[in-house]
T-cell receptor, first 110, second 108 residues
Framework: NAGVTQTPKFRILKIGQSMTLQCAQDMNHNYMYWYRQDPGMGLKLIYYSVGAGITDKGEVPNGYNVSRSTTEDFPLRLELAAPSQTSVYFC?????????FGPGTRLTVL | RKEVEQDPGPFNVPEGATVAFNCTYSNSASQSFFWYRQDCRKEPKLLMSVYSSGNEDGRFTAQLNRASQYISLLIRDSKLSDSATYLCGGDTGNQFYFGTGTSLTVIP
């Protein structure tokens, strides 16, 4: 199993640009999550999904959107990038206990 | 109020020492608890799950105290390779929440 994969690994955006962070898992996990982690800070939940077709807001959803059309994929969309969205983004999945994280996407908005 | 409070450290300990980290949580509905290890510029990795009375895995022991609403992680005989940030986390059933992490450096 590849586990949780994320693309791209790094990205620089200009203010106002849009992009989609890709996340996929091959473990048949129902639950998937998107977090952001700022330097020296903990993980903040952006959005999560309990299964295909179902998504819910987390702690910091503003400026982001998600979709869950399949069990495997959970893309995160930034429509109008802002400097405050500069962060490391982690996707994670779980079945019933404990989360497995992807390697992260480092995003810089200039 | 944060869901979980964690001492950020840093903890600097000599090789071979025993070190303990604690996390306190506020949501009494939390069902499961976990410890994660995060290396610099890497993703968090699940270290141990903590259920009811605790869990032991080699040099690592995790304990849960529901009455006082805290979990702990004990590392015995610290190795240089244990240097990392340790995050505690909890599960309310459909959402996970994490502490900000405790930094550990094991010194030769």
């Amino acid at each position: 199993n590849a586990g949780v994969t994320q693309t791209p690994k790094f990205r620089i955006l200009k203010i106002g640009q849009s992009m989609t962070l890709q996340c996929a898992q091959d473990m048949n996990h129902n639950y998937m999550y998107w977090y952001r982690q700022d330097p020296g800070m903990g993980l903040k939940l952006i959005y999560y999904s309990v299964g295909a077709g179902i998504t819910d807001k987390g702690e910091v959803p503003n400026g982001y959107n998600v979709s869950r059309s399949t069990t495997e994929d959970f893309p995160l969309r930034l429509e109008l990038a802002a400097p405050s969205q500069t962060s490391v983004y982690f996707c994670a999945s779980s079945l019933d206990s404990g989360e497995f994280f992807g390697p992260g996407t480092r995003l810089t908005v200039l | 109020r944060k869901e979980v409070e964690q001492d950020p450290g840093p903890f600097n300990v000599p090789e071979g020492a025993t070190v303990a980290f604690n996390c306190t949580y506020s949501n009494s509905a939390s069902q499961s608890f976990f410890w994660y290890r995060q290396d610099c510029r890497k993703e968090p990795k699940l270290l141990m799950s903590v259920y009811s009375s605790g869990n032991e895995d080699g040099r690592f022991t995790a304990q849960l105290n529901r009455a006082s609403q805290y979990i702990s992680l004990l590392i015995r005989d610290s190795k240089l390779s244990d240097s990392a940030t340790y995050l505690c986390g909890g599960d309310t059933g459909n959402q996970f929440y994490f502490g900000t992490g405790t930094s550990l450096t094991v010194i030769p």
